[in-house]
């Protein structure tokens, strides 16, 4: 069974440009995670996405959005790119919401210049 | 959800047993205590969770205390792939409103030759 998936694998951008990141869940997983990792920073929680609504966000400004499409799959945007919003970006997916199990991708590289 | 605390780093030798401890005092009744790694600059890997009982799968074995305050992560036979990050993260058995994992720092462990 595939596991999540998540594209590209690395991402370089120029500060003020916009990023989008992709991930794809684990059949069957209707939940979709989104965190990222700063160098030398633990993993922080960015969204929560299920059955195609928002259910929660992390502290992080609205710059940061995304959305889940019909097949579960998702997109993370970063508008207005800073320097410091480089990092791993990590998605994971859970079946049936917050109380099951989550999974997660290889994660998105993203550098900004 | 209950705060946990790791040591920040551990040795172990080579295809010895791995044990990882986990203080989780101010866990509640109804929450889980989950184990997570993550190999350098990959994404994390679930590896066990369990709420009363010892749990045991073919990566680990998780060790509750009877009053739930603390946990062991044991890996019977450490090898050098092993050598990753360990999280402890406790969550409620019903995810909350949240929905997210909250990471600590985790405790770094070195397997060598």
């Known amino acids: 069974e595939a596991g999540v998936t998540q594209s590209p694998t690395h991402l370089i951008k120029t500060r003020g440009q916009q990023a989008t990141l992709r991930c794809s869940p684990i059949s069957g997983h209707t939940s979709v995670y989104w965190y990222q990792q700063a160098l030398g920073l633990g993993l922080q929680f960015l969204l929560w996405y299920d059955e195609g609504e928002e259910r929660n966000r992390g502290n992080f400004p609205p710059r940061f959005s995304g959305r889940q499409f019909p097949n579960y799959s998702s997109e993370l945007n970063v508008n207005a790119l800073e320097l410091e919003d480089s990092a791993l970006y990590l998605c994971?997916?859970?079946?049936?919401?917050?109380?099951?199990?989550?999974?997660f991708g290889p994660g998105t590289r993203l550098l900004v210049l | 959800d209950a705060k946990t605390t790791q040591p920040p780093s551990m040795d172990c030798a080579e295809g010895r047993a791995a044990n990882l401890p986990c203080n989780h005092s101010?866990?509640?009744?109804?929450?889980?205590v989950y184990w997570y790694r993550q190999i350098h600059s990959q994404g994390p890997q679930y590896i066990i969770h369990?709420?009363?009982n010892n749990e045991t799968n073919e990566m680990a074995s998780l060790i509750i205390t009877e009053d739930r305050k603390s946990s062991t992560l044991i890996l019977p036979h450490a090898t050098l792939r092993d050598t990753a990050v360990y999280y402890c993260i406790v969550r409620s058995i019903w995810g909350g409103s949240q929905g997210n994992l909250i990471f600590g720092k985790g405790t770094k462990l070195s397997v060598k030759p």
């Open positions: 101010t866990i509640s009744g109804n929450e889980y």
């Open positions: 994971a997916s859970s079946s049936q919401g917050a109380q099951e199990t989550q999974y």
């Open positions: 369990g709420l009363k």
